[in-house]
């Protein structure tokens, strides 16, 4: 068991979290973060990659508006590397309520969110893929982020302020002392799931920014102040930017009403449900279905486009008394920083929850005002003055500039991914930087196997070079492969129709039959026990719904139309002979 020392320990390396870290840092403390996971794992990597103006919350929570426009102009310039200004457009759609539209408009002005009425020829001047039927249409100052660019670059910023941030390092307990209203949280006992290695952290402060986990922490200190419940969304991605701008409907919050441009794909979203365990969150088909007929009412023709992968995350929502415990839509997104010494007398504690990703530097600031109200320090936030490291230039859609530098050493240099022009070089920079790094985590770093073939062509070659540098023997290059190309038909089973069914039935066949990847022996599972099903995370069992999808990997691909067709929606306006040429 190792001992440590800290004045402040944080637990959750989320946006949030690792936003405090890089506050309390810069404010002259000790810190060390803890996270389970790799950076930016959990809900800050799995959102829809927006930025907001404040235009979706004028009407129904001004304050959250308010806060995502003040904080949209900071983030943008201190995050420049990770943040792309698209501007975005509210628009009312002939499904829409126009009434909505002049609430819209006054909410907007009363909240101080930029927003400017466009004519519509103006409107679809920019934007010509829209419905042409639209009835109004209004600018505001939406962005798409790159969120594991934008946590990364946060997380350079705090270790250069001395912050220790230690990844794949769980929170066992929390250490309270005394009893009653002298109890504190006085240290937090983690253990390195990749070290092996036991710590013990005595601190003056643990500040809890776990996300939907938060509560599950706070419970380990005896705490029932808060109630953080998980509202659960997918999203899908589609493989062209059919807009360059954020396209919102002009209605109150609802399930896909935005589209946002993001590097090379178009993402919509999203859904809204409470759910029990953060840890396990299916994508229902009905709900990918829902999706894409959103996406036909702003754009029409986006049904027929090809959706090349689906997600979900849980957003960390703080028990909203005024509505059901399970109506998460219509939750609070603002934020909650809880001192449990005032609301329960358990002093060292402080949890933080709520917000938005576009409002992560604000709710880190708020945090460590209260960390630096108990512990008597009196230093101001400097957060939003200062650019992350990296971030000197911002942040345009381009891969332009990869492939210049691709062909300035292109013999000595070869692609790794061809949809992200990823080359060998930056693979192992990155390996060289993070030795211990699993496929997911230079995925979410160098976006390898998030293009068209969502690691069909680039997944083995990974392997392939962790083996040539020596990071790994064949069996365990074999096992991270495994395990990577498992997480991407995550996001693809419920997203099987149309032509992606084609993309994925070639990825079936050169992975499974040609190089038969489920069944190669490994170091983690010899000849005899291989196996074409297995859990997502080893040792963690799946959902059955999960299991079950993942033991249709044993068997050939169904390419029949029909039976590809997503349950509940209506079938593209393609050629269905054509179709079952695949």
Same mark, same amino acid.
């Given at each position: 068991? +190792? *001992? ?6 944080? /637990?959750? @390396?989320?946006?949030?979290?690792? !936003?405090? =870290? &890089?506050? $309390? ?110 009835? +109004? *249409? ?6 798409? /982020?790159? @969120?594991?660019?934008?946590?990364? !670059?946060? =997380? &350079?910023? $705090? ?129 990918? =279905? ?293």
């Amino acid at each position: 068991m +190792r *001992a440590m020392t800290a004045d402040v320990v944080v /637990v959750g @390396g989320g946006a949030t979290g690792v !936003g405090v =870290a &890089r506050d $309390a840092a810069m404010r002259g403390m000790s810190v060390v973060l803890l996270e389970r996971a790799d950076l930016a794992q959990g809900t800050s990597g799995r959102f829809h990659g927006l930025v907001h103006s404040g235009g979706r919350y004028v009407v129904s929570d001004p304050g959250s508006a308010r806060e995502c426009a003040e904080e949209n102009t900071i983030i943008s310039r201190i995050h420049a590397d990770a943040i792309e200004c698209t501007g975005g457009l509210f628009v009312v759609t002939p499904e829409d309520d126009l009434a909505f539209s002049d609430k819209f408009l006054v909410g907007a002005q009363q909240a101080g969110v930029a927003c400017e009425e466009l004519s519509l020829s103006e409107a679809l001047r920019i934007e010509p893929r829209l419905n042409p039927g639209i009835k +109004r *249409a209004f600018a505001v100052n939406d962005g798409a /982020v790159d @969120g594991w660019q934008m946590v990364w !670059g946060a =997380a &350079r910023s $705090a270790r250069a302020y001395g912050a220790e941030i230690l990844t794949y390092h769980e929170v066992t307990d929390l250490v309270v002392e005394g009893e009653g209203a002298d109890r504190r949280v006085a240290a937090v006992r983690a253990h390195g799931l990749k070290t092996g290695e036991d710590l013990t952290i005595s601190c003056a402060m643990v500040v809890n920014a776990a996300g939907p986990w938060g509560g599950r922490l706070a419970a380990m200190a005896g705490s029932e102040a808060i109630e953080i419940v998980a509202g659960a969304g997918i999203m899908v991605a589609v493989n062209h930017r059919l807009v360059n701008h954020v396209i919102n409907r002009c209605v109150q919050p609802s399930d896909g009403d935005i589209i946002v441009p993001d590097h090379t794909v178009s993402i919509i979203g999203t859904t809204d449900r409470r759910v029990p365990d953060p840890d396990h969150l299916l994508i229902p088909r009905e709900e990918v =279905a829902q999706m894409l007929d959103a996406g036909e009412v702003l754009i029409p023709g986006f049904r027929q486009t090809r959706t090349v992968h689906a997600w979900a995350g849980a957003r960390p929502l703080v028990r909203d008394k005024r509505v059901s415990g399970t109506d998460t839509r219509h939750m609070s997104r603002g934020m909650t920083v809880l001192r449990h010494s005032e609301a329960e007398g358990l002093a060292g504690l402080i949890t933080v929850a709520g917000g938005k990703l576009t409002t992560y530097r604000l709710m880190a600031k708020n945090t460590v005002d209260a960390v630096c109200a108990e512990l008597g320090v009196d230093r101001p936030c400097t957060t939003d003055a200062e650019a992350v490291p990296g971030s000197e230039h911002g942040r345009n859609y381009r891969v332009t500039h990869r492939l210049a530098a691709r062909e300035q050493d292109r013999l000595e240099n070869q692609t790794i991914c061809e949809c992200e022009l990823v080359t060998r070089k930056m693979l192992t920079d990155l390996m060289d930087e993070q030795p211990d790094a699993s496929f997911d985590d230079l995925r979410r770093q160098l976006r390898i196997g998030m293009g068209p073939c969502q690691g069909g062509f680039c997944a083995a070659r990974v392997a392939g070079v962790h083996v040539c540098q020596g990071r790994a023997d064949a069996a365990d290059a074999t096992e991270l492969l495994r395990t990577f190309l498992r997480h991407r038909w995550i996001g693809l089973w419920s997203i099987l129709h149309g032509e992606q069914v084609r993309e994925a039935a070639l990825d079936f066949w050169m992975l499974q039959g040609t190089l038969d990847v489920e069944d190669l022996p490994t170091a983690a599972r010899p000849a005899a026990a291989a196996t074409p099903i297995a859990d997502a995370e080893d040792g963690e069992e799946l959902p059955e719904e999960m299991a079950a999808a993942l033991a249709a990997l044993a068997a050939p691909p169904r390419l029949d139309p029909d039976a590809a067709a997503l349950p509940g929606a209506s079938r593209p306006a393609t050629d269905q002979k054509q179709e079952a040429r695949a």
